[in-house]
């Protein structure tokens, strides 16, 4: 079992760094210029560490509850929590993470900067854009991007590093290069500004689907899961 999903891995891996080397030259860069993150939801830690050692630096998870089971099995690895965060469960994951991608209320932002004040920490965060206007995701508007961010940078023990966001499911990966493109005018616009302890140095979007549109339009980060280690069942 655990020997196939490595195969899968390795399969996949290949093709997907080619595929960012080439999207990322149709941008004006290279590939070293996309971190490339692995979304492990429901990937034993096994498969996980077979990833580490064939080059992955850097692992998402988005729930707590399988973030802690798994964390202290991982191979040496930047790790990031990338799904819903709800305030009581900050406290647990706070001083496990490197960067949190997903800051999609000034709620989560405030119970974030008290419980680093309270370790005497400091913790890298992206503010997450609701870009699609969709009812059913948290984030931010891209109206209310800015001044969220403006807000948020003035907390104490937060540093904003970018944006982060999620399009409208669609069933062409076309449909989603807009809402991207949108996306880096706005990391660009608050870039501008120049906002005190911010620096927008992470633009979080693409999955596997639309990946390659995703640094088209200017990601510096990627979260695959499905194109990395098959097909799982699971929710977002
Ligand atoms: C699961 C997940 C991903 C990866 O999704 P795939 O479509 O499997 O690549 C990326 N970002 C977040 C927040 C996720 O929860």
């Known amino acids: 079992m655990a020997k196939s999903s490595n195969n899968i891995f390795d399969e996949n891996y290949d093709a997907i760094l080619k595929n960012i080397s080439r999207a990322a030259k149709k941008s004006g860069r290279d590939c070293e210029d996309i971190i490339l993150l692995a979304?492990?939801?429901?990937?034993?830690?096994e498969v996980i560490n077979h990833a580490i050692e064939s080059g992955i630096k850097y692992i998402g998870e988005n729930r707590v509850q399988e973030f802690l089971s798994k964390y202290e099995d991982y191979l040496p690895v930047?790790?990031?929590?990338?799904?819903?965060?709800?305030?009581?469960?900050?406290?647990?994951?706070?001083?496990?993470?490197?960067?949190?991608?997903?800051?999609?209320?000034?709620?989560?932002?405030?119970?974030i900067s008290k419980q680093a004040v309270k370790r005497n920490i400091s913790v890298d965060v992206l503010i997450e854009i609701n870009i699609g206007d969709e009812q059913s995701k948290s984030g931010f508007t891209y109206?209310?991007?800015?001044?969220?961010?403006?807000?948020?940078?003035?907390?104490?023990?937060?540093?904003?590093?970018g944006l982060m966001a999620i399009p409208p499911?669609?069933?062409?990966?076309?449909?989603?290069?807009?809402?991207?493109?949108?996306?880096?005018?706005?990391f660009i616009d608050i870039a501008s500004q120049k906002i005190d302890n911010s620096s927008m140095d992470i633009l979080s979007m693409g999955m596997s689907d639309d990946y390659e549109i995703a640094i088209e339009e200017g990601a510096t980060m990627v979260r695959?899961?499905?194109?990395?280690?098959?097909r799982r069942n699971y929710n977002i």
Not at 174 to 185: D, E, H, I, S
């Open 39 to 45: 979304a492990t939801k429901t990937v034993d830690v």
């Open 78 to 111: 930047n790790r990031h929590f990338i799904g819903h965060l709800q305030t009581n469960k900050v406290k647990d994951i706070i001083d496990k993470v490197s960067l949190i991608h997903s800051v999609d209320s000034y709620r989560l932002a405030e119970e």
């Open 143 to 161: 109206d209310e991007a800015i001044d969220a961010v403006t807000k948020i940078c003035k907390l104490e023990g937060i540093r904003v590093k």
């Open 169 to 186: 499911i669609c069933n062409e990966p076309q449909q989603n290069r807009p809402y991207f493109a949108k996306m880096k005018k706005l």
């Open 224 to 230: 695959l899961g499905t194109a990395l280690f098959g």
